[in-house]
């Protein structure tokens, strides 16, 4: 079933979305009354089950649903049991603690950093900022395995997803083969961000041999003029190219669930949607755009009246190349962060009090008083 979600079914940060899967929600409720018995988290499948009797019925709105993206992945996994159970208590998590504000003692994602260093451009980048992309001011760098091996040695049965991705482009770490051979089976979603510029043979078989959930390649606009205007530096024969490869070495692993997602930020009118599904659509699964945050301009972005707190703070953090934690990539110099890898684990600055304080703040209606916070647009 080819499928174009509404806005209003879809999770905040997709602007429009466009999948193929062909699971109806009486095949999910199917899906999930099976489940019992493959994950102790009971009392969250209990109410993800309620959820979707309540939708069944059609009484009133569920608290939880899947939404298309989430419907796409929970496809791929049908026939493990195992991980689809994993899979639908994680989402569950993602999407609604930082609703109900409700902290484990792990974030439901960990977005990793194997680079902050970047090959384009792109012109919504924090990465144009010189006083942080240029190398004497310390901020570029590439993660070495042995941090690495650290982090996932903590996360390993605690967290569920694993995004490789931030503020740099992933695939210019020389290591991230070996970074994805060692996640191999820990985790049941793990994402990749990247351009695509520096795919090779080696790196796609490794992407599909050890089943990355999703690898979201940024597009942004579906011809070479509007491409190369927006992902600075990069070239659209190249990303064109580069697909191919991935579909060619795709056909070597039948059995993959890896997900392949064209994604844009759109910024612009000239960024045509149904042209993007034209031309991307015949080598990914799923083409999306998403909201624009104003990243480029992170702390230069006037005061705004948002005062719903940020989803962040409830839902994911992430770890720098260099081991920084910090809550988000808007405040991509840190500002936020009072931790390093190298002294506190993720569970103690998760479950610290200068994190906490962070959510306080912004449940008391005060993210206006926290520098960049105030600026930003996420919720
Ligand atoms: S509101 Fe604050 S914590 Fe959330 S993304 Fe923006 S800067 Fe980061």
């Known amino acids: 079933m080819i499928n174009q979600s509404n806005n209003e079914n879809l999770q905040p940060g997709f602007e429009k979305l466009f999948t193929d899967h062909d699971l109806s929600e009486k095949k999910i409720y199917e899906k999930l009354i099976r489940l019992e018995n493959f994950t102790a988290e009971t009392k969250i499948l209990k109410k993800i089950i309620k959820s979707y009797e309540t939708l ?19 496809s791929k996994l049908l026939n493990d049991e195992h ?16 609703i109900e504000k409700i902290i484990d003692e792990y974030p439901p994602c960990v977005q990793i950093e194997p680079a902050s260093i970047c090959n384009f451009r792109c012109v919504m980048c924090y990465q144009t900022d010189t006083s942080f992309s240029s190398k004497k001011d310390g901020y570029m760098g590439f993660m070495k395995f042995e941090l690495f091996k650290k982090i996932i040695d903590e996360l390993e049965g605690k967290v569920e997803a694993i995004t490789f991705a931030s503020r740099g482009e ?30 090779n043979k080696e790196l796609a078989e490794a992407i599909f041999r050890n089943n990355v959930q999703t690898l979201v390649i940024s597009a942004d606009a579906p011809d070479k003029v509007n491409y190369e205007k927006i992902r600075v530096k990069g070239n659209f024969e190249k ?25 844009g930020v759109k ?20 083409v999306a755009f998403v909201n624009y945050l104003p990243w480029e301009s992170s702390y230069e972005n006037k005061n705004n009246s948002i005062y719903k707190p940020c989803s962040d703070l409830w839902k994911r953090i992430f770890v ?33 009090e200068h994190y906490n304080d962070l959510r306080n703040k912004h449940l008391k209606n005060e993210r206006s008083k926290i520098y960049p916070c105030k600026g930003c647009t996420n919720i």
């Open 56 to 74: 069944l019925k059609g009484e009133k709105k569920p608290i939880f649903q899947f939404n298309e993206y989430d419907k796409l992945e929970f």
């Open 83 to 98: 991980k689809l159970a994993r899979y639908v208590v994680y989402r569950y998590k993602y999407k609604t603690y930082p």
């Open 170 to 199: 992933p695939t210019l770490n020389k290591k991230l083969i070996d970074f994805l051979d060692y996640c191999k089976d820990k985790f049941v979603a793990i994402k990749i961000n990247s351009n695509l510029s520096n795919l």
């Open 239 to 263: 990303l064109v190219r580069n697909m191919e490869l991935l579909i060619d070495v795709k056909k070597k692993f039948p059995d993959s669930p890896t997900i392949i997602r064209a994604s």
């Open 267 to 286: 910024i612009s009118d000239n960024q045509n949607f149904n042209k993007m599904k034209e031309v991307y659509g015949k080598f990914t699964d799923s």
């Open 320 to 352: 720098w190349w260099d081991g920084i934690i910090n809550p988000c990539d808007y405040d991509y110099k840190s500002l936020l962060s009072k931790f390093n890898y190298k002294e506190f684990t993720i569970k103690e600055a998760w479950n610290s």
